[in-house]
């Protein structure tokens, strides 16, 4: 570890500004909203992830994270949030390399479906206008949604996830400063 | 106000109610428990509406508050007040149009509401089922089963009782085909409005400690029954200071001899035609 | 003409400054001080401490000024500027056990170790008006009651019967109890977070629950076994310290409830505890406490929870008087948008009856 990074320049505004982003993304799947002002996180994660982390974590949210010693150092000290063993039992999620089965995560109970997981899921590149075709709630016709760098399989989990709802795990996918939400309400098709 | 943080909450608080909006905007209708603060207005008075917009705007912000569709209600100008005063930078603006974040009681504005835009609602009772079930142990079970017979039994004793549906304000609907949600006690003349809006539509009940939401874009049916179709009322009517037919109407009493007259509830809407019928005119 | 009404800026601020003029009152009357209302309205001060949920004379002191004398409102008033400060430490259970006594009293023995220590009371007290205190320079006669010393000890009554075996045992637990006033309350709740919502309820509703468990609706049969007032010890541990510090001292009024209980297939017949615990000196408040938490332990006991007292999600869900008055008083607020949409409603009902009788055939006709 050489030196801890800094947060959010503004944690007031910057926290404000960040989940605004991610609403609007939550509110409109498929939809890429661009972060306004992004901390610089340790590698490996991107601007947009370690955002979303300082924004909605914090000692009352376990965290599961795969992105190493200086991440999980980092989010610790600026989020507070306690760092849990096993991805089950976190409230966030975050993933850069290949996420836990979205079936490993908290889905929530019936009576308590807002008690499920949210993965925070790195990815190489978040395009709209081609790719996946998205329809659900948030989604007038259809919202397509290029993800570079999905994990294998992840659309086969995501059918299995949706069918779930509504208790279901839901997605915050982050590449660079952008990002991109998938609610566990929303229909995804091949491209 | 120095010594309070922008938008008066902490934020710790301002997260938690983050984390529960947004499980809210991923689960359509339902409420979502979340640790309510007290705020240093009375319950009742939109706590649950002030917290959702502190946890929402920024400074780039523009917000409206309005109550009853007026914009220069009391209780509109204390709250836009309490924002300008804990959220510098924050611009208010009494036009729908220009608002990004609207918080109101009671009404939804006349002029069509816009993608980018934010309503917050303020709800008293966020619980459709609460007047045939007190018990909120036992609506959470009904709601965890989709079990809304309660209330096909009640809207169907209305039909037979009076021969329509006797709910003429917070008439429940079902949102997305799943859960039945309080549209909070807007006239159900703005029903119609919540169904595939391009807004996002938040609602926060500060005292009962819930929050919920629509998510642009998505379906909101009115409760109702095939040979009984969901009808919004108004006052049969014109505005009298703007001629409108289309916008929902207060009835004013003038004298008290049966003497009345409407206006427009919606104070936004009937001054922007009034000043254009006098630009016409001119 | 219709001219709209504007409830402005201008309305707002006149209407809070003749607030003020009125809570002022006459000026040639002294205006009164919060030192005065903390030394002489004691027992206002600690009510609003109470269901304000907040520890501090002084600006008790200072809401029940500002409130005009209005218990509900300085609650609200201390209540709004808790949740603004920040929270150093969780501090450690205090020790009711190890209090310094002011009054201690038992319905249930004529004489116990430690004895009755009646104390400042208005229990033998006639009602009768005092027009000596309507004068000037009242002076009160010297109490002559001695205090009991700093080392009297007064081993609790329910120790006593528990020593015999007679006292169910309250379950221990080392688990942090969550906070009502940072998480929404769910139902059934846990013991810890019905007294917390209890420790903070209207004192009037607690009463009026207590008193329906003595007339019938639920089924109690409670004797004071203690009911006792002093000061306790507040100590917290630092995280950097790692061990305990004391920060004051805070005065407490503590009840504990001794009710009969038959038994049940499990537990042989013994006596049972209803708990209640106030800030201050407000003995009619920790005894509604302790009444209704005993009431509200029927499920738990295997009793029949019919009784409205014995309600968990009734009691504690209209328990709080910030809450309620909130609600009650937003009736104030217009609803004229509502009202309208129920006048149209009304009219087009009774279009419809009236047509119905006006021309009952075609409507049958038109019915089948």
Not at chain 1, 8 to 19: E, I, K, L, M, R
Not at chain 2, 113 to 128: F, H, I, K, S
Not at chain 3, 144 to 159: C, H, I, K, L, S
Not at chain 3, 293 to 308: H, K, N, V
Request: proline letters at 7%.
């Amino acid at each position: 570890m050489t030196g801890l990074l800094p947060g959010f320049a503004d944690p007031v505004v910057d926290a404000q500004s960040t989940f605004r982003a991610v609403l609007e993304a939550m509110a409109r799947p498929g939809r890429v909203q661009r972060l306004p002002a992004p901390p610089a996180p340790p590698a490996p994660l991107s601007p947009a992830a370690g955002a979303v982390l300082l924004a909605l974590a914090d000692g009352e949210t376990p965290l599961w994270l795969d992105a190493g010693a200086d991440a999980s150092e980092w989010a610790r000290f600026h989020a507070g949030c306690p760092v849990a063993a096993d991805a089950g039992g976190a409230e966030f999620v975050l993933a850069v390399g290949t996420p836990p089965a979205l079936s490993a995560l908290e889905a929530g109970t019936d009576e308590d479906p807002h008690r499920s997981a949210t993965l925070i899921l790195q990815v190489a590149a978040l395009e709209e206008g081609t790719g996946w075709r998205l329809t659900g709630p948030g989604i007038e016709h259809e919202h397509r949604l290029h993800v570079t760098g999905a994990p294998d399989g992840f659309l086969a989990q995501w059918a299995a996830n949706r069918a779930l709802s509504p208790r279901g795990v839901d997605v915050i996918l982050c590449a660079g400063d952008r990002v991109a939400a998938l609610p566990r309400g929303t229909s995804i098709k091949e491209g | 106000m120095s010594g309070y943080n922008f938008a008066y909450l902490d934020e710790g608080t301002k997260r938690m109610i983050r984390r529960a909006l947004l499980k809210a905007v991923a689960v359509p209708g339902f409420q979502v428990p979340f640790g309510s603060r007290e705020m240093p207005l009375p319950y009742g008075w939109g706590t649950g509406g002030i917290q959702v917009t502190a946890a929402v705007i920024g400074p780039d912000d523009t917000l409206k508050v309005i109550d009853q569709g007026a914009d220069d209600t009391t209780n509109a100008v204390s709250i836009r007040r309490f924002f300008a005063r804990v959220a510098p930078g924050l611009r208010t603006t009494e036009s729908t149009a220009e608002a990004t974040v609207i918080q109101t009681r009671h009404r939804i504005p006349e002029t069509p509401l816009r993608e980018g835009q934010v309503m917050v609602y303020q709800v008293p009772q966020p619980e459709p089922l609460f007047r045939l079930e007190p018990r909120r142990a036992e609506t959470r079970r009904l709601h965890a089963l989709a079990d809304y017979g309660l209330m096909q039994v009640k809207l169907y004793e209305d039909i037979a009782r009076h021969g329509r549906v006797a709910s003429s304000y917070d008439h429940p609907v079902m949102v997305g085909d799943r859960y039945l949600m309080s549209p909070s006690p807007i006239p159900s003349f703005d029903n119609p409005k919540m169904h595939m809006s391009p807004a996002l539509q938040l609602f926060g009940a500060g005292r009962e400690r819930r929050l919920y939401a629509v998510p642009p874009y998505t379906a909101v049916r009115s409760l109702d029954f095939e040979d009984h179709p969901f009808v919004p009322l108004r006052a049969n009517g014109r505005c009298t200071l703007c001629g409108s037919g289309e916008s929902y109407l207060d009835e004013v009493v003038t004298d008290d001899r049966g003497g009345r007259m409407f206006v427009c509830s919606d104070t936004d809407y009937c001054g922007t035609r009034q000043a254009r019928m006098k630009e016409a005119a001119e | 003409m219709y001219v709209a009404v504007k409830g402005g800026e201008t309305a707002i601020a006149n209407a809070h400054a003749w607030l003020d003029e009125a809570r002022r009152g006459d000026p040639s009357v002294p205006e009164l001080t919060t030192d005065q209302v903390a030394e002489q309205l004691t027992l206002a001060v600690d009510r609003a401490m109470s269901e304000g949920s907040l520890y501090d004379p002084g600006l008790g002191a200072l809401a029940v000024k500002q409130a005009r004398g209005d218990g509900i409102e300085a609650a609200f008033l201390l209540r709004a500027y808790r949740t603004t400060l920040p929270r150093f430490a969780a501090s450690l259970p205090v020790d009711t056990g190890a209090m310094a006594v002011r009054r201690r009293v038992s319905a249930t023995y004529k004489d116990l170790p430690g004895g009755q220590v009646l104390g400042p009371t208005f229990d033998y007290t006639h009602r009768l008006l005092d027009f000596a205190l309507a004068a000037e320079g009242y002076a009160p006669a010297r109490s002559e009651e001695a205090e009991p010393g700093e080392d009297a000890a007064f081993p609790r009554v329910t120790g006593l019967l528990a020593g015999e075996g007679l006292m169910a045992p309250e379950v221990a637990s080392d688990e942090e109890p969550a906070d009502v006033t940072r998480t929404p309350t769910t139902y059934p709740a846990t013991r810890a977070l019905r007294l917390q919502r209890l420790a903070r309820g209207d004192e009037g509703f607690l009463l009026g629950m207590a008193y329906s468990t003595q007339r019938g609706y639920g089924n109690s049969h409670p004797f004071v076994g203690e009911l006792r007032q002093g000061s306790v010890a507040v100590t917290i541990v630092p995280e950097e310290l790692g061990f305990e510090i004391e920060i004051g001292e805070i005065e407490v009024t503590e009840c504990e409830m001794v009710n009969q209980f038959k038994g049940s297939r499990s537990e042989p017949p013994q006596f049972t505890r209803g708990y209640g615990l106030t800030f201050g000196r407000l003995e009619r408040r920790a005894m509604s406490m302790a009444l209704v938490d005993r009431a509200l332990r029927a499920e738990e006991l295997g009793e029949d929870a019919t009784a409205p007292a014995q309600d968990e999600e009734f009691v504690l869900n209209h328990s709080d008087n910030i809450e309620a008055t909130g609600f009650l008083e937003h009736l104030k607020l217009p609803h004229y948008v509502d009202f309208q949409s129920e006048l149209e409603s009304v009219r087009a009902m009774r279009a419809q009856v009236e047509a119905e009788r006006a021309a009952p055939q075609a409507f049958k006709e038109a019915a089948e």
